[in-house]
């Protein structure tokens, strides 16, 4: 007789983040005694600013412990709309067109929900963050990858974009500053992308979560360009930029029919965001920034080190990243498969690092580091690569 203790067949589609399974197999080294410099988190390093944390325990002291509305305390949605003003030139209205969420990834979790039904395809970039392939896969969607090529600075061509409108494409996600390969998109990209998305009729999944993580020049949001916010969906949070991963909180902007959508899914998942959380992000946003800046600064630093380091040694050809914290070396020439060196490195060198191809089928041939830790860790990890590298 057949057992019903089976699942349902949406798991099968559901995918993870490798970066949780190589923390996994690393820590178990650990606890072996192992000594593992770790590449391959993507979190900062820096703790949370004092400013941040003493009013979370301030609040939490004052009773800020219960249900909050469930699109998020009004002077937090407020706080994020002007400074989203300040930033991008956005005009949001705080009342209805944000949405406080744990995290980033509930974001784009029920943003995905509300809008893709089964049969739609979404455009997205390839490498990118694992989570958008999985939920689009979950609701049945049907991704459609483009390359982010290395001759392009690993920054998507609008021409590229334009080729996979079909008649079932529904949605285009774009992540910029890019995660895993540090590109940013230019201001006449996001443009034409824009205009993609307004002749074509298409939502656009703007995640912008490491923008205030970027180098040489400006971020450019989708969010700045005319009549998008009626179709975009902008994801951002704290995680990165204040160095709040653990906290759990992030935000979604949109127009108040997605808003509102979205708001009846994080009713029936988590009600909403904690309350005490809450209120030290409004400080985050409305205190001092030059907390941000000085981490930007000292990132700043570490890809300049990973970059340099990595280009010395032999078979590794590394870019400099524009943005986020990560790179995104081109490991072809050492003829080794990404995820053999991922486990070679961490065996070996006692390096944990991420493959190219955990971030989609065009990742492969690369590695992916992240530089969001010491800069002595950073010098480290490279001459144990270097090291374990030239025995190949
Ligand atoms: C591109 C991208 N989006 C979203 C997230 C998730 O952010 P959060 O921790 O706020 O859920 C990450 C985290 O690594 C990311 O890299």
Same mark, same amino acid.
Do not use: G, L
């Given at each position: 007789m057949s057992s019903k203790l089976i699942f349902a067949d949406r798991m099968s589609r559901v995918g993870t983040e490798t970066a949780f399974e190589v923390v996994a197999m690393a820590k178990e080294m650990e606890k072996k005694g192992v000594d593992i410099v770790h590449l391959e988190i993507g979190e900062p390093d820096f703790d949370t600013p004092n400013h941040i944390k003493n009013e979370a325990v301030k609040a939490l002291k004052e009773g800020f412990t219960h249900y909050t509305a469930a699109p998020g305390i009004q002077e937090l949605r407020e706080s994020i709309a002007s400074h989203l003003e300040e930033k991008f030139g956005a005009d949001i209205n705080p009342n209805n067109e944000v949405l406080v969420m744990p995290g980033a990834k509930p974001g784009l979790f029920t943003g995905i929900l509300s809008i893709i039904d089964p049969g739609d395809e979404v455009i997205m970039q390839n490498p990118s963050f694992p989570i958008y392939e999985s939920v689009v896969r979950l609701v049945n969607g049907k991704p459609i990858p483009i390359q982010l090529r290395e001759e392009n600075d690993f920054r998507l061509n609008p021409e590229d974009v334009r080729r996979e409108i079909s008649e079932k494409t529904k949605m285009i996600i774009l992540n910029s500053p890019h995660n895993p390969c540090g590109s940013s998109l230019l201001k006449k990209e996001v443009k034409e992308l824009a205009e993609i998305a307004r002749e074509n009729d298409l939502w656009i999944m703007s995640d912008? /979560? =490491?923008?205030? /993580? /970027? =180098?040489d020049e400006e971020h450019h949001s989708m969010l700045s360009e005319p009549e998008m916010k009626e179709r975009t969906i902008l994801i951002h949070g704290f995680s990165k930029s204040y160095a709040m991963t653990g906290w759990r909180l992030g935000y979604a902007i949109g127009n108040p029919e997605i808003i509102s959508r979205m708001t009846k899914l994080q009713i029936n998942i988590n009600s909403c965001a904690t309350a005490f959380i809450q209120k030290a992000a409004i400080k985050a946003l409305n205190g001092p920034q030059d907390c941000v800046v000085e981490m930007v600064g000292e990132y700043k630093r570490r890809r300049d080190a990973i970059v340099k380091g990595l280009n010395r040694i032999e078979g590794f050809d590394c870019k400099t990243p524009t943005g986020a914290f990560y790179v995104f070396p081109n490991i072809k020439k050492l003829g080794m498969k990404s995820r053999d060196l991922m486990q070679y490195l961490l065996n070996d060198a006692h390096v944990a690092a991420l493959h190219g191809d955990a971030f989609g089928i065009y990742g492969t041939g690369y590695m992916r580091f992240s530089y969001a830790t010491s800069l002595e860790n950073i010098i480290e990890g490279i001459e144990r690569v270097k090291k374990t590298v030239e025995k190949i």
């Open positions: 912008e /979560i =490491y923008s205030d /993580i /970027i =180098y």
